[in-house]
């Protein structure tokens, strides 16, 4: 079936790291992407990663992917206040289809 | 380059009552997303046009809902009769291509939907 599962909030202290984790359920997922949502806003695409990648890495933002026990998490260094909001991941089965998460809400405490 | 833009922002209805909603896609962005979002859940997608056609539309409660993209360009949302559980956000996205590579869904603000 289809279901991505995170951990529903997380708070940490301004300069320290984030680590958001989801699981999804379909292997075929060639795509796996993190967005952000702040409050009355859009989704906003943070990073996403290929399939066949262990490790992808953007400025603060650095995501992990173990296919085998399909995990993914996107860890966010020197967290800022501005960093708070719901972070979302979805799987891309084949490359079209998003599926969604149910989201992670993170609380930057300054 | 101007965003997804969707209208109306908020809109409250009363049950069995009719509403629609607007989306504008991204120039030039063939394939183009309606997606419910619940409080406190994902988005999921509703339907999913590639251009005009409906590429997906396994999640949309057909006895209610429609939507259409008749020049493959914006695109039109509405519930027939409302009822109280349609009360979500519903974001319109757009993409360049519908499939083989990784193409970012933009999105929209959303419409916040309240229905009582």
């Known amino acids: 079936g289809e279901d991505v599962e995170q951990s529903l909030f997380l708070s940490v202290r301004e300069g320290d790291s984030s680590v958001i984790n989801c699981t999804y359920t379909?292997?075929?997922?060639?795509?796996l992407y993190w967005y952000k949502q702040e409050p009355g806003a859009g989704l906003q695409l943070l990073t996403y990663?290929?399939?066949?990648?262990d490790m992808k890495q953007d400025q603060r933002l650095t995501v992990l992917l173990n296919k085998k026990d399909k995990h993914l998490s996107l860890r966010i260094a020197d967290t800022q206040t501005g960093d708070s909001a719901i972070y979302f991941c979805a799987e891309s089965p084949f490359g079209y289809k998003y599926i969604f998460g149910t989201g992670t809400r993170l609380k930057v405490l300054a | 380059e101007a965003g997804v833009a969707q209208s109306p922002r908020y809109k409250i209805i009363e049950k069995r009552q009719s509403v629609a909603f607007w989306c504008n896609p991204i120039s030039g962005h063939a394939t183009l997303y309606w997606y419910q979002q619940i409080l406190g859940q994902g988005p999921k997608l509703l339907i999913q046009?590639?251009?005009?056609?409906?590429?997906?539309d396994s999640q949309l409660p057909k006895d209610r809902f429609s939507a259409e993209r008749l020049k493959g360009v914006d695109s039109t949302l509405k519930i027939q009769p409302a009822k109280l559980e349609d009360s979500a956000v519903y974001l319109c996205?757009?993409?360049?291509?519908?499939?083989?590579?990784?193409?970012?869904?933009?999105f929209g603000p959303g419409t916040r939907l309240t229905v009582t």
């Open positions: 046009f590639q251009n005009n056609g409906v590429v997906d």
């Open positions: 990663i290929f399939s066949n990648m």
């Open positions: 996205a757009s993409s360049l291509r519908l499939a083989g590579a990784s193409y970012e869904q933009y």
């Open positions: 379909d292997s075929s997922s060639t795509y």
